[in-house]
C-alpha cells in the first residue's frame, strides 16, 4: 500500500522535526543568555541580543567580581548552605513518616496520613502563616527561615510512601524476629532497598532549595542573608520598573541600570551549577518519576 | 463494643489492649518517626488556621486577633465592591484555564511523537534538553524573557525589524502578557509532563499496535485510535488535579515574570500576587479574608474533582 506508507513516513518526519523543534525552543534561551552574558557590553547595545557571543570578552565577569564579588559569593554560600542543610533534614523528616505510614499493622497510620492531606486540601493562606511565623516562631531575617517552611512536602512523602510500600513485609518481619526495633528496620533495611526514591525525592528538594526566592522574598531584609535567586531577582526588578516607563526620568536617572551583559552574567552564575549537573541528574527524574507515575 | 454485656475479665482486658494508648505505646518507635513531619505541619498548617478570624475583623496589632473588631462579612463585600476582586479572579481564571488546555495538548503531543522517534541518540538529546527549563527558577525565566522582549536589545523587536514592522515597547504593553505567561508556563512544564504521558504509554499492550498494523491501520490512526483513547485517562487525572488548583495563581511565575511592574499589573495580577500586595496596602484582614475565599474555593473544587476522578480511577481518588 503506498498511500500508508507516505502516512507513516509523513508521521515520522513530523514527529523528528517538531520534537527537534520544540527542544531548540526550550535550549535556545539558555544559548541565548550565555552568549550574551560573554559579549562586550558596546555591540550588545548596537546589535541587541543574539545567541553568536558577540565580540567574546570576559569583561562582564570581570566586573562582577571586580564590584560584587563578595556579594555573590555570600549569597552563593546562603544558598548553598540552604540546600545541603534542607534536603538532608527534608529527606530524613519525610522517609521517617512516610516509612511509617507504610507499615500496614500501625493502626492509625490513615490518621497521621490524613492529617497530612488536609493541608494540601485546605490552608489559612498567606496572612496567617506569615503571622505566625514571623511573631511567634522569629523567622523574620535568619537562615532557619530558608530552611524550616518548606522542609516538608506531603507530594515527596506520598511519592516515598509508595516505594516503603513496595516492600516486602517479610524482609522486614525477618528484622523483627532478631530484635531490630523499627527505626533500626527504616534505617538498614527500608532505606538501602529505596536508593531510587531517594535520590529523586532528594533531587526535588534541592531544586526546590536552590530555586527558592519566595522564602527570601517575605522574611529576608538583611543583604547579608539574600540566596542566589533573590538576588538575581533584585536586579532584575529595578529593570522591569523602570523599562515600563511608569518611573519619571529624572529619577531614574538617579538610579543606574544594571547593563545588559551583567544581567545575563548573573542568570549564568545563578543556574551555573544545574547547567552543570542537570545532563546527568535528569535521567534519575525521569526514572523516578517514571516508576512513580507506573505505581500510582 | 457491647458495654452492658458483661464479658469475661479476659476478654476486657484484650479490649483495653487495644486502646489507644496501648497502640502509641506498642508502636511508640514509629509514631515518635513520624513527629517531626507532624510538627512542621503543626507549625506551618495547623496553627495558621486560627488567624482565619482575622477575616472577619478589622485586625489591628493592638487589639490582637481576638480582640479587634468584629466586622461579618465587610472584607468580602470590600473586595467585590471594589472591582479587584472580579479582576484578580477572572486572570487567575483565564491563565490557569489555557495554561491546562495547553498543558495536555503539547505534552500529549510530544509524548506521542518522542514515542514515533526510533533514533536512540536523537531521542535521549533532544528529552534532555526539554526537561531543561524544568530545572530553572521563574527569575532566570524572567531573565529570558526580558533578553525576548526588551525593547531595545530583545530578540523579538529585532524580528520585528527584520520583518519591516515597527517595534514594540512590550513591558509597557499589558495586551500581551497573559499569553506571554501562559507560554511560558506551557514552556517550562511540557517536557517534565510529557514523561508521566512516556510512562502511561510504556504500559500500552504492544499486541494491539501489531494487530491494528495487520488490519493495515498507517500510524496516524493507530495513534488516533489506539495511543490518545490510551492515554485519556492520565489525561484526565492530571487535569481533574489542576482543576482542582484553579484558584490557586503561580505566584512565583507571575513574579518571577513581571516583578511589580505596575502598567502591567492589571492584566496579570492574580489572587496569590494580589493578597501579596493588599498585606502591605490594604491590611491583615482584608488580604487574609482573600485569602480564605481562594481556600474554600479551592476545597470545594478539589473535592468534586476528587470525587471525579474516583469515577474515572476505578474507586481511587487524586489522593
Known amino acids: 500500500m503506498v498511500e500508508k506508507s507516505f502516512v507513516d513516513k509523513l508521521v515520522t518526519t513530523l514527529a523528528y522535526a517538531l520534537v527537534g523543534c520544540f527542544a531548540i525552543a526550550c535550549l535556545y534561551p539558555l544559548v541565548m543568555v550565555v552568549s550574551v552574558s560573554f559579549s562586550s557590553e558596546r555591540e550588545i547595545a548596537r546589535h541587541g541580543y543574539s545567541i553568536i557571543p558577540q565580540a567574546l570578552s570576559l569583561d562582564t565577569y570581570r566586573y562582577i567580581f571586580a564590584n560584587s564579588g563578595a556579594r555573590i559569593l555570600r549569597s552563593y554560600g546562603v544558598t548553598i548552605f540552604v540546600t545541603v542543610a534542607g534536603t538532608i533534614g527534608a529527606l530524613l ?5 512516610a516509612y511509617a505510614i507504610s507499615i500496614r499493622k500501625l493502626k492509625y497510620r490513615n490518621v497521621l496520613a490524613f492529617v497530612c492531606n488536609f493541608t494540601i486540601i485546605f490552608s489559612a493562606g498567606l496572612i496567617p502563616w506569615y503571622i505566625v511565623s514571623v511573631n511567634y516562631y522569629g523567622l523574620k531575617n535568619s537562615t532557619i527561615a530558608l530552611i524550616l517552611p518548606s522542609i516538608f512536602s506531603v507530594w515527596n512523602m506520598f511519592l516515598m510512601r509508595t516505594y516503603f510500600a513496595a516492600i516486602s513485609p517479610s524482609l522486614y518481619e525477618a528484622a523483627e524476629i532478631d530484635g531490630a526495633n523499627h527505626f533500626t528496620i527504616f534505617w538498614r533495611v527500608a532505606l538501602p532497598l529505596s536508593k531510587t526514591p531517594l535520590l529523586t525525592v532528594g533531587l526535588m528538594y534541592a531544586l526546590q532549595y536552590w530555586n527558592d526566592w519566595w522564602n527570601a522574598l517575605i522574611f ?11 538576588y538575581l531577582y533584585n536586579i532584575l526588578s529595578n529593570v522591569n520598573a523602570i523599562s515600563s516607563g511608569r518611573i519619571p526620568s529624572g529619577a531614574a536617572s538617579g538610579i543606574t541600570l544594571p547593563a545588559e551583559t551583567v544581567k545575563m552574567a548573573v542568570t549564568v552564575i545563578t543556574i551555573g551549577p544545574i547547567i552543570f549537573l542537570y545532563p546527568f541528574i535528569q535521567k534519575y527524574f525521569v526514572q523516578g518519576v517514571m516508576t512513580g507515575a507506573l505505581k500510582e | 463494643m457491647n458495654s452492658n454485656v458483661e464479658q469475661p475479665p479476659s476478654l ?9 494508648l496501648y497502640e502509641i ?16 505541619l503543626i507549625m506551618f498548617s495547623y496553627i495558621p488556621f486560627a488567624g482565619i478570624w482575622m477575616a472577619f475583623t478589622d485586625f489591628n496589632v493592638v487589639d490582637g486577633i481576638y480582640g479587634s473588631k468584629f466586622v461579618g462579612l465587610d472584607n468580602f463585600k470590600f473586595f467585590f465592591e471594589n472591582g479587584m476582586g472580579w479582576k484578580v479572579t477572572y486572570n487567575t481564571l483565564f491563565i490557569n484555564f489555557f495554561g491546562i488546555i495547553l498543558g495536555i495538548i503539547v505534552p500529549v503531543t510530544l509524548a506521542i511523537l518522542l514515542h514515533e522517534v526510533r533514533g ?4 535521549k538529546m533532544t528529552q534532555s534538553m526539554m526537561f531543561f527549563p524544568y530545572f530553572i527558577s521563574w527569575i532566570v525565566v524572567g531573565a529570558i524573557i526580558y533578553g525576548i522582549f526588551s525593547t531595545d536589545v530583545g530578540i523579538a523587536n529585532q524580528l520585528l525589524k527584520a520583518l519591516g514592522a515597527d517595534p514594540i515597547r512590550w513591558y509597557s504593553e499589558p495586551k500581551y502578557w497573559k499569553a506571554i505567561i501562559i507560554i511560558a508556563s506551557v514552556w517550562k512544564w511540557s517536557g517534565y509532563s510529557s514523561i508521566i504521558y512516556l510512562a502511561a504509554m510504556a504500559n500500552f499492550d504492544e499486541s494491539l499496535y501489531e494487530s491494528a498494523k495487520v488490519d493495515g491501520a498507517n500510524k496516524l490512526q493507530r495513534i488516533l485510535f489506539l495511543t490518545v483513547p490510551m492515554l485519556k485517562p492520565t489525561m484526565i487525572i492530571l487535569t481533574l488535579m489542576s482543576v482542582g488548583r484553579i484558584f490557586y495563581g503561580d505566584f512565583g511565575m507571575i513574579y518571577g515574570i513581571v516583578g511589580n511592574n505596575p502598567v502591567l499589573a492589571d492584566e496579570v495580577t492574580v489572587i496569590d500576587t494580589y493578597v501579596y500586595q493588599s498585606m502591605r496596602t490594604l491590611g491583615f484582614s482584608y488580604s487574609t479574608a482573600i485569602g480564605l475565599l481562594q ?5 470545594i473544587l478539589v473535592t468534586l474533582a476528587n470525587r471525579s476522578a474516583k469515577k474515572f480511577n476505578d474507586g481511587e481518588g487524586l489522593f
Request: aromatic share 10%.
Open chain 1, 220 to 230: 529576608i531584609n538583611d543583604k547579608d542573608l539574600f540566596p542566589l535567586q533573590y
Open chain 2, 25 to 40: 505505646k506498642k508502636h511508640r518507635i514509629l509514631y515518635l518517626m513520624s513527629v517531626p513531619a507532624l510538627i512542621v
Open chain 2, 120 to 123: 536512540v541518540a536523537f531521542k
Open chain 1, 93 to 97: 523528616i519525610t522517609s521517617m513518616i
Open chain 2, 12 to 20: 476486657v482486658r484484650e479490649i483495653k489492649k487495644k486502646g489507644f
Open chain 2, 295 to 299: 481556600s474554600v474555593m479551592g476545597l
